[in-house]
C-alpha cells in the first residue's frame, strides 16, 4: 500500500483536486487529469 499521490503531468494537479487519468508516453506511465485530457487529443499545446 502507498499513499503516494499521483500528479497530472501536463498541469500537475493531484488526483484530490480532479480525476486523473492513466495513460502512457514515450514508454512511461503518466496521470492526466480530465482538464488536460482534451486538448491533449486534440494534439494542441
Ligand atoms: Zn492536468
Redesign the pocket.
Known amino acids: 500500500m502507498s499513499d503516494e499521490k499521483q500528479v497530472?503531468f501536463?498541469?500537475?494537479?493531484t488526483e484530490d483536486e480532479?480525476v486523473l487519468i492513466p495513460c502512457r508516453k514515450s514508454g512511461q506511465e503518466q496521470w492526466?487529469?480530465v482538464?488536460?485530457l482534451p486538448p491533449l487529443i486534440h494534439g494542441q499545446h
Open positions: 497530472c501536463m498541469c500537475g494537479i480532479n492526466v487529469c482538464r488536460c
